[in-house]
């Protein structure tokens, strides 16, 4: 199983990326999608999620900036970060957990920069 995320990089704040997320390995479309972000100095928190049916999950952080989307033909998750804040400055992860089963995968992460 492999997740390869990319997209990341150093933006001014108010400017916009996008993360993807490619997966290969498994039943794309029988698992739930996240991202996830580390700091430094903080845990890991969920940033957003999707289930294969599309259903969405944000943290309160990023609601009406950031839009987590799937294309199931492409086994490719995306995270459309836009109004980035210096805050949002961290690693992202991107996760994969089976649909009503149980462990994840973890892709190697992105780090995104946010300057002021």
Known sequence: VQLQASG??????GESLRLSCAASGINFRL???GWYRQAPG?????VA???G??????????????TISRDNAKNTVYLHMNSLKPEDTAVYY?????????????????LVTVSS
């Open 31 to 33: 698992y739930d999608m």
């Open 49 to 51: 999620s999707i289930t």
């Open 8 to 13: 990341g990089g150093l933006v001014q704040a």
């Open 94 to 110: 991107c996760n994969a957990h089976p649909a009503g089963g149980t462990g994840a995968y973890w892709g190697q992460g992105t």
């Open 53 to 66: 049916g599309s259903r969405t999950n944000y943290a309160d952080s990023v609601k009406g900036r950031f």
């Open 42 to 46: 903080k845990q890991r928190e969920l």
